[in-house]
């Protein structure tokens, strides 16, 4: 939503240089709409978000109430996202939410 605001500066500052042949105007008017401004970063996940995705490996049985994973060198508590699947210990697993303090789990290929 910011560029708006860039664009509509740029168009102010050419229309302000067209009128008073300063060229100054111009130069503003084409700083106003250089790429650092038109391209925003990626949105950087942080702290639990930046868990969704990411490989682990059973320690203790998970099940659809409890268990233990090891997510990124970090013990996690974890159920299974399968209510029907028990994961037992050495099973990969892939991180599909956190739901409080429980990594929500499914098994995947090794």
Known sequence: MAWYW???AALVLAVVEVSTLDLVFGMLAVGSVA??????????????DALLGKPGLVLDRVDQYDGRVKIGGEVWS???FDPTAVL??????EVIRIDGAHAVVYA???
């Open 78 to 80: 974890a159920r299974s």
């Open 88 to 93: 037992e210990p050495g099973t990969p697993v």
């Open 6 to 8: 860039w664009l509509l």
């Open 108 to 110: 995947t290929e090794q």
């Open 35 to 48: 790429l650092r401004h038109l391209r925003q970063p990626s949105a950087i996940r942080t702290g639990t």
